[in-house]
């Protein structure tokens, strides 16, 4: 029996309230922080995986804590599959959308094609990646390298600040590190992965449009540095015998700033991260540990900015009596989006009466893990401001539901081809 289609207004609502259940759910009270394996992450499976079972998808857990909700093909039959979603894990202190809306407007959107009485000649599945951020360990798209079969077993041995590591993390939350290797998805069997993300930029806001679709996606490289002096006493040791790790950072600091603003417009180095050791107010700062993120829409010119950065910052430590050591967490080339995928979600924005643009992503995203083993395609949602990893994070409920709206329509498109093939 069919039912009246929801409007984009009715189904933005929907999605809104969602997301707001889902932001209640965090390891620190009075803000959404929710990392990878933590007590917070346990409970939202347990909340999005009972709103995927109340809308009739089978729900599982794989060998990295990714939910996986699943519709077969109408007619059954071990079929081709359509992969959805995106991560769940948020930022420290993080907005309600990121990654989130990706997995709450798939369940929203296969909700009503099943509502509208649609048939779907292929399977779905929505996967909520638990580990996107990489903000507990520092291995970032770690769940979706495990659905492409491109997991680096280093991952298992870092360890969280509490010196827990990601494999004994896994065993606790009741995944066994073993088995990572069936966490991988066959490429032969998928017709392609869709995610549904806020833009966490300004551009669509300035070109007055609800969504866009991704062209690419930003390589990027994560790394962590630590500056190695000399600890001593704030009272006595004279200024000009100091071996200060702290001051030998933040002329790195700026360094590396002024690195990012001679480069290309899109290439940006930030170091979010900083800790001060020992850390006591009268010691001068024996040690430094710090993160490095270096991106661009291409990448020479990250992986330029990237030499010039550790020359700078081996000139600096060497000019301090300091040490420096550079080690690499995630290093991910610039990821072009699946033209077929892009054309087929701007058909379905200019469908809705909408303009539709393309853009690159300067943020990373589940997509640029999938895209190596499967055809890969994002469509992104007007960010307030452009302001993400930030709780003030927020978009209009209705741009919302128009995306949820363009990822039905865009779902349907791959079912007529699929019919036809
Ligand atoms: O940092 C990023 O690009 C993404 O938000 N994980
Ligand atoms: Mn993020
Ligand atoms: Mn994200």
Redesign the pocket.
Same mark, same amino acid.
């Given at each position: 029996m069919t039912e009246t289609a929801r409007t984009p207004a009715e189904l933005g609502a929907l999605t809104q309230s969602l997301l707001d259940d889902l932001a209640l759910v965090t390891d620190e009270p009075g803000r959404v922080t929710r990392t990878y394996l933590s007590p917070a992450h346990a409970r939202s499976i347990d909340l999005v995986g009972g709103w995927m079972r109340a809308r009739g998808l089978t729900t599982g857990l794989d060998a990295v804590a990714t939910l996986r909700g699943r519709r077969d093909a109408d007619g059954g039959g071990a079929g081709r599959i359509v992969l959805l979603g995106s991560h769940i894990d948020t930022?420290v202190d993080a907005g309600k959308l990121?990654g989130c809306l990706g997995v709450v407007a798939s369940i929203v959107a296969l909700e009503e094609i099943a509502r509208r009485g649609v048939r779907l000649p292929f399977a779905v599945e929505i996967l909520a990646f638990g580990d %996107? %951020? $990489?903000v507990r360990f520092p291995s970032?798209l770690s769940s979706s390298s495990a659905a492409t079969g491109t997991y680096r077993r280093e991952w298992l041995d870092v360890r969280d600040r509490d010196g827990i590591s990601l494999a004994e993390a896994l065993r606790a939350f009741g995944c066994d590190p073993a088995r990572i290797g069936e966490a991988a998805i066959d490429p032969a069997r998928v017709i392609g992965f869709l995610e549904v993300h806020i833009e =966490?930029g300004p551009r669509l806001e300035d070109w007055g449009l609800p969504l866009g679709v991704v062209t690419s996606i930003a390589g =990027?490289t994560r790394m962590g540095f630590t500056l190695e002096g000399m600890a001593g006493h704030a009272g006595t040791v004279p200024m000009g015998l100091r071996r200060d790790a702290f001051t030998g950072l933040a002329e790195i600091a700026l360094a590396v700033e002024r690195i990012g603003r001679e480069g290309t417009s899109d290439l940006v180095a930030t170091i979010g991260r900083v800790a001060v050791l020992p850390g006591a107010g009268n010691t001068v700062p024996g040690r430094v540990e710090a993160s490095l993120d270096v991106r661009a829409g291409a990448d020479a010119p990250r992986l330029v900015a990237l030499d010039r950065i550790r020359h700078q910052a081996e000139r600096i430590a060497k000019k301090r009596g300091l040490t420096v050591a550079f080690e690499r967490h995630v290093d991910v080339p610039t990821v072009a989006m699946d033209d077929g995928l892009q054309d087929a979600f701007a058909r379905a924005v200019l469908s809705l009466g909408l303009d539709t643009r393309r853009l690159p992503s300067g943020? $990373? !995203?589940d997509a640029m893990a999938m895209a190596r083993r499967f055809p890969a395609a994002m469509l992104f949602v007007r960010s307030k401001d452009g302001i993400s !990893?930030n709780p003030r994070e927020w978009s209009d409920p209705l741009d919302l539901g128009l995306a949820v709206e363009a990822l039905i329509r865009t779902l349907l498109q791959l079912a007529e081809q699929e019919r036809a093939r």
């Open positions: 930022v990121d %996107e %951020e $990489g970032p =966490q =990027q943020a $990373g !995203h !990893h």
